[in-house]
């Protein structure tokens, strides 16, 4: 059974920062991209960030570059996405999400999602 369970998420004041961690079970974690995505409420979801397959390159959407860090741990399955300088319009809930042999997330989205974590960020 495939699971990512995403955690880190919590109340932060404005400049705060917060590490998110994606623990990745049941997959060869090294042939997919994992991914970062945030809800915001009334919003569409969009992804944040992610690490490719393989190689681990990494994406950023404009947002946050400069402000968010994504890493890998290769050997425990885990993805972290460290978030500095946070601002309200970060807050969102954030998920985590798996896409097989792609650079980033295929066509149709990824192939498997984990439950969310809520980030609030207070001005």
């Known amino acids: 059974e495939v699971q990512l369970q995403a955690s880190g998420g919590g109340l932060v004041q404005a400049g705060g920062s917060l590490r998110l961690s994606c623990v990745v079970s049941?997959?060869?974690?090294?042939?997919?991209?994992i991914g970062w995505f945030r809800q915001a409420p009334g919003k569409e979801r969009e992804q944040v960030s992610c690490?490719?397959?393989?190689?681990?390159?990494?994406y950023y959407v404009d947002s946050v570059k400069g402000r968010f860090a994504i890493s890998s741990d290769n050997a425990r399955k885990r993805v972290y996405l460290q978030m500095n300088s946070l601002k309200p319009e970060d807050t969102a809930v954030y998920y985590c999400?798996?896409?097989?042999?792609?650079?980033?997330?295929?066509?149709?989205?990824?192939?498997?999602w984990g439950q969310g974590t809520l980030v609030t960020v207070s001005s």
């Open positions: 049941g997959l060869t974690f090294d042939d997919y991209a």
């Open positions: 690490v490719s397959s393989g190689d681990r390159s990494t």
């Open positions: 999400a798996a896409s097989y042999d792609v650079w980033c997330v295929g066509p149709m989205g990824p192939d498997y």
